[in-house]
């Protein structure tokens, strides 16, 4: 089995940082992209950043120039620092990755939990 686990999250006053890890464990053959989405209750979820295997990112346009993404292909964890924090960043974090298992040729999509993110003003 594959378990992400996502760490970082809090309250924050707007302009300010966090950083968000999420660190996958089990028995992983690899990994390909990894993600974070964002989500507000009654709000359809929203990718923020991708990242694959290779280092190719992609961001959303709101939060291009404040967030950034990177991973650790050695310890599969993914990380997202987030500076100059906004009230409207307020939402739940996920972390999101497309694994093999040892044993297994598909990549498959695992969650994380979700870590709360409150940017207040």
């Known amino acids: 089995q594959v378990q992400l686990v996502e760490s970082g999250g809090g309250l924050v006053q707007a302009g300010g940082s966090l950083r968000l890890s999420c660190a996958a464990s089990g028995s992983i053959r690899d990994i390909n992209d990894m993600r974070w989405y964002r989500q507000v209750p009654g709000e359809q979820r929203e990718l923020v950043a991708g990242?694959?295997?290779?280092?190719?990112?992609n961001y959303a346009d709101s939060v291009k120039g404040r967030f950034t993404i990177s991973r650790d292909n050695v310890k599969n964890t993914v990380y997202l620092q987030m500076n100059s924090l906004k009230p409207e960043d307020t939402a739940v974090y996920s972390c999101n990755a497309d694994v093999r298992m040892w044993g297994y040729f598909t990549f498959i999509p695992y969650w994380g939990q979700g870590t709360q993110v409150t940017v207040s003003s």
């Open positions: 990242i694959t295997r290779a280092g190719v990112i």
